[in-house]
C-alpha cells in the first residue's frame, strides 16, 4: 500500500513530474467568478474552469435545479426508453440550432465529436454513398481526446504518438493570419486557405462525407480566429460539392464569442452541430450532437440503418436539469449582451495594457475568448525559445496576482465566464501585465 503521502491522482494533460515538484492549487470551493482554495486565497476564475462556466459558480438558480432533478429521477437510461428532462432540453435547445430538428446527447465534447463523425460516414452509407469515406479537417484543428477525435485533430505530439492507429483526414490550411504562409505580410487576407479547400474538394469531392471546423475561433490550436466570411465561404463549398459541414462548438457556444453560437456570427446552418463545454453551464458534464431532419431521415428503416452509438450516462437527467436552468439564465436575463459588454472592456484593456507589451506578437479576440501570443521578437515574430516556457511562467506569476489562467504553448489564453464583473476583467489584465512584467526580468 502507498504512505500516506502518496499523492493518488494522475491529471489530464498535465506533466506529472512537474506537478509534483511545484506548489499545489487545491480548490476547495467557488462562489460567483472566484476560486477559492483551502487556506481562503480567492483566485479569479480567468479560463472559466476550463472553457465551461457561464454564469458563474454556485448559481442559485441552477443549483436547486440541480437538487430537485436528483430528489425526482437521479438517471434513467435514453437507451429505447425516454424521460422529460431531456425531451425538454431536446425542444429547448432546438431554436438555437435554426435548420437542425434533432438532438443526441452524450456526455463529453469528444464523444459528440465521435458521433458526429459517425453519423457523417454512416448517413453517406445509408443513403448509398458509401465511397464518400473521408473527412477534411483544419490544421492545427482539436476535436477532443478520444482517438477518432484526435485522428481529425491537428498534428503535434498529442497526435504522433498515437498517428498509426488514426485514420487520416484530408486537411487544408487555417486561417491563422498571424502566422500564414500566404497572407502574413499581405495587407488583407487572401482566402488562400478557402481557395485550398476548393482546390481539394475538386480533386477529391467525391471520396469526402464531411468537413469539420472549429466555426469563426479554433479554440485549443490557440485561439485563432478566422476572418468574418471564412465560415460562411466553408458552408458555401460544402454545398457545392455535395459535402456535410460539422460545425464543433463545444468552445465557441453558449455565448464565448458573443453570439450564442459562432455560426449565427454568419447565420451558417451546418448540418451537424456539436455542442459540450458550457451546455450545463458550466455545472455538469453533458454534451450534444444536434443534425438536421435530412441526416435524420438516412437512419430510418431496417435494425442495420440505426445508428451504433450510445454512452450509460448520456442525456442523465440531472444534466439535463441544470442546462434546463442555464437556458433558463439565458432567456431571462440579460447574460450574453453582459458577456458582450465585458468582452469589449476585456478588448479595451489588453489594447491599452498587453497589446504594446515587447513580448507580445498579437492579441486575438472573437467576444470573450481571447489569445494573446508571445513572441521573443516582435519584428521576426520569432516564438520564444521552448526551454524559456514563458506562457506558462505568464500565468504561474498571474497566480500571485489572484487569477487563475491556464496557456496554450505560447499562448496566454482568457476566457473569463460571461458573468465576469468589471472588476474582475481588470483584475485578469493586471494579472497578465505582472506576468509579461515577471519573464521580460528575465
Ligand atoms: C474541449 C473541446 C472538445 C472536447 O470536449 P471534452 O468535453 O473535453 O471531451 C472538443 N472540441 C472542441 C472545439 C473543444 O474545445
Redesign the pocket.
Known amino acids: 500500500m502507498p504512505d500516506a503521502d502518496h499523492y493518488p491522482l494522475w491529471h489530464p494533460f498535465t506533466q506529472m513530474a512537474r506537478f509534483e515538484r511545484e506548489p499545489r492549487l487545491v480548490v476547495a470551493r467557488a462562489e460567483g467568478n472566484r476560486l477559492i482554495d483551502a487556506s481562503g486565497a480567492e483566485y479569479v476564475d480567468g479560463v472559466a474552469s476550463l ?1 465551461a462556466n457561464v454564469h458563474g459558480h454556485g448559481h442559485p438558480h441552477i443549483v436547486d435545479a440541480i437538487r430537485e432533478q436528483a430528489a425526482r429521477l437521479q438517471h434513467s437510461t435514453l437507451l429505447g426508453i425516454t424521460h422529460e428532462p431531456a425531451i425538454e432540453l431536446g425542444r429547448r435547445l432546438l431554436p438555437h440550432f435554426p435548420g437542425r430538428s434533432r438532438v443526441f446527447f452524450s456526455e ?4 459528440a ?1 465521435e458521433v458526429a463523425l459517425k453519423m457523417a460516414l454512416q448517413y453517406q452509407a445509408n443513403r448509398g454513398q458509401p465511397e464518400r469515406r473521408r473527412i477534411v479537417a483544419l490544421d492545427m484543428a ?4 478520444t482517438l477518432g ?1 484526435v485522428g481529425v485533430g491537428g498534428a503535434g505530439p498529442f497526435r504522433d504518438v498515437y498517428a498509426p492507429f488514426l485514420f487520416e483526414p484530408l486537411r487544408f490550411p487555417n486561417a491563422y493570419r498571424y502566422r500564414c504562409a500566404r497572407c502574413a505580410a499581405a495587407p488583407a487576407c487572401t482566402d488562400a486557405c478557402v481557395n485550398a479547400l476548393r482546390d481539394l474538394l475538386e480533386a477529391r469531392g467525391g471520396e469526402v462525407a464531411a468537413v469539420i471546423v ?1 466555426p469563426r475561433v479554433q ?2 490550436g490557440g485561439i485563432i480566429v478566422a476572418p468574418e466570411g471564412h465560415l460562411a465561404a466553408i458552408r458555401a463549398l460544402c454545398d457545392e460539392f455535395g459535402v456535410l459541414l460539422i460545425a ?1 462548438e ?2 465557441t457556444g453558449f455565448g464565448k464569442t458573443g453570439a450564442m453560437f459562432a455560426c449565427d456570427l454568419e447565420g451558417v446552418t451546418p448540418d451537424i452541430a ?1 455542442a ?2 458550457g451546455i450545463t453551464g458550466g455545472y455538469l ?1 453533458l ?1 450534444a450532437t444536434v443534425a438536421t431532419e435530412e441526416v435524420y431521415r438516412a437512419f430510418l428503416g431496417g435494425e442495420e440503418r440505426k445508428l451504433f452509438h450510445g454512452h450509460t450516462y448520456a442525456g442523465n437527467p440531472i444534466c439535463c436539469a441544470a442546462a434546463l436552468a442555464s437556458l433558463d439564465l439565458f432567456e431571462t436575463t440579460d447574460v450574453l449582451a453582459r458577456g458582450r459588454a465585458r468582452a469589449a472592456l476585456l478588448g479595451e484593456l489588453l489594447a491599452e495594457r498587453v497589446a504594446p507589451h515587447p513580448l507580445v506578437g498579437e492579441v486575438r479576440r472573437q467576444g470573450l475568448m481571447t489569445g494573446v501570443e508571445l513572441v521573443a521578437d516582435r519584428e521576426t515574430r520569432a516564438p520564444p525559445p521552448p526551454e524559456r516556457e514563458a506562457g506558462w511562467r505568464v500565468c504561474l506569476a498571474a497566480r500571485e496576482r489572484g487569477v487563475f489562467i491556464r496557456p496554450l504553448g505560447d499562448v496566454v489564453v482568457l476566457m473569463p465566464p460571461l458573468s465576469i464583473e468589471e472588476d474582475e476583467v481588470e483584475r485578469i489584465v493586471e494579472a497578465v501585465v505582472h506576468g509579461l512584467d515577471r519573464i521580460a526580468r528575465g
Open positions: 472553457w463529453n465534447g469528444a464523444s465529436v482539436y476535436h477532443g481526446d477525435a472549429e479554440g485549443a464543433d463545444v468552445a456539436v459540450g463545454k458534464p454534451s
